[in-house]
């Protein structure tokens, strides 16, 4: 993971996020924290020249309107057409027909670098389904099953695929040029480069936006190291693991199977300071972290 960070570091990618608007606060901050740069816009009138001065654009479709999904055409084609690295969020995408028709139009005409999703919402995308449970995962299936589903999702659309979870999943087709010895040998299925991403905490799954957040770590890496973006979504996947980890730390939450412990004789740490620390984490394991090295 250290030199997807020290290439953050160099180069502090200008990151363009047409994001939730739940959690654009928290994106722009984690982004800032990683060394990445955060700007947001919204009308569909400035998105040409926004995303134009970009290195990368985060797309999140989990608060959709018609003048969003406008400002997100224009956004994705002028990335695509400046060799800008697009990251796609698939926040509720099976919730209705509404934000499934704007993705499959999306992904009918533009190139997408990284398609992030839970397991329910890349079943959503594959199948044109529908998420019964809002942006939460409810679909269930066995470590054989999301891998074929990673790598589905990753040969179909030409990107880097992520189904998130308690166990992070990512795939991508082998290039010709990729290199790999034999210590990497096991990331690789027949064509496909494959990776599984463990960590986190539970306490995680109580703060809205995690995900989103992850979406902006995603973005930064990959801006910073578009040479291998495989590398750089694992390395963003590791990164925001280990912040949970290290806020749980930080807030005195030892116990992996409870989502919040006393922090002292008086108080409970509760889903905001943990939100908080997360961001925290990131600053730690990209900034404090390297200068140790």
Known sequence: MDKYIENLKIKSPLI?????????????????ACGARPIMAMAPQEMEEVTGICDGLNINIGTPTEERFAAMRIAARTAQKRGIPITL????????????N????????????????????????MEHGRCEGGVEAVDKADENEIKKLV??????????????????YIAAVRKT??????AEESQYLGKFRVAAVTGGHPMMKKVTGTGCQLSGLICSFTAANTDDKFGA??????????????????SCITDKDKAVQMDDGNSIIGNATYKNRIIDAVYQNNHIRQEKI
């Open 89 to 100: 969020d698939l926040v509720g995408v099976g919730v209705s027909r509404f934000r499934m």
């Open 177 to 182: 040029t990729d290199s790999c010895n034999l």
């Open 233 to 250: 979504v694992k390395a963003a996947l590791q990164c925001m693991k280990r912040a949970g980890e290290i806020a749980a730390e930080n």
């Open 102 to 125: 704007f993705v499959q139009e999306l992904l009918s005409e533009t190139k997408i670098d990284v398609i992030k999703g839970n397991l329910s919402e890349i079943k959503a995308i």
């Open 151 to 168: 790598c589905a999702v990753a040969d179909r659309y030409n990107c880097v695929a992520v189904i998130t979870g308690r166990v992070d």
């Open 16 to 32: 363009h996020n047409i994001t939730n608007m739940v959690t654009i606060n928290d994106v722009a901050n984690i982004e800032l």
